[in-house]
């Protein structure tokens, strides 16, 4: 996406700046110093060269995930989609202890299984490319307390916006947070179902 297209999405999004209007405390906390913190991280500054190879909007979510890694602090993280190596250098640098498992469409449901067996997921990115609904369906059972999802892709296209808006009011999955690039579920029972429309 070009930067015309990103300051017409920025735009249109407008009032949905920094957690404006959020009644949340904990909600207006994650957008205000996770989602939209300007702070200029020290990892930024070490991931320059690496950062500078990939595209603006690529940069900005790879600094996004390595916020939210840094704010979970997974032991292990779960990413679907082909790999990328920014992506991974920056959630690790986040969470120094994580381990980072790749999945994609050859991944079986018996491997799948294996893994993740007697475990909850504390956190995950998957991008919406490949088999990623039946990915889902099949992980989300695995969805630990306070796991966050990361959903890259949302709006690409009529069919990943329906499956956002499915995600949106499926029960199992309790706060969403639509940053259009992205979508963020928590999973987390004592939370009020809600989904947030942020600007990012």
Same mark, same amino acid.
């Given at each position: 996406m070009d930067r015309v297209n990103q300051w017409l999405v920025w735009l249109r999004r407008m009032k949905y700046s920094r957690g404006f209007g959020i009644q949340s405390p904990w909600a207006y906390r994650f957008v205000?110093?996770?989602i939209n913190e300007h702070y200029p991280y020290y990892a930024y500054g070490d991931m320059h060269d690496m950062l500078q190879d990939i595209s603006a909007?690529?940069?900005k979510l790879s600094r996004l995930y390595f916020r939210i890694a840094n704010y979970r602090q997974p032991d292990c993280i779960i990413d679907y989609s082909s790999p990328c190596a920014a992506y +991974? @250098?920056?959630?690790?640098r986040g969470c120094r202890?994580?381990?980072i498992r790749h999945y994609d469409d050859n991944t079986t449901h018996d491997e799948i299984? @294996?893994?993740l067996s007697g475990k909850k997921i504390e956190m995950?990115?998957?991008s919406l490319e490949g088999s990623y609904q039946s990915f889902f369906d099949e992980v989300v059972s695995y969805a630990g307390n306070m796991c966050i999802f990361i959903l890259e892709g949302i709006s690409r296209s009529s069919e990943t916006r329906l499956f956002w808006k499915q995600v949106v009011e499926d029960t199992r999955c309790d706060v969403t947070f +639509?940053?259009?690039?992205c979508g963020i579920i928590f999973f987390d029972k004592k939370l009020f179902k809600t989904n947030y429309i942020i600007n990012f």
């Open positions: 205000r110093y996770v909007l690529r940069r +991974d @250098a920056m959630m690790q202890k994580t381990f299984e @294996a893994h995950l990115r998957m +639509d940053l259009y690039y």
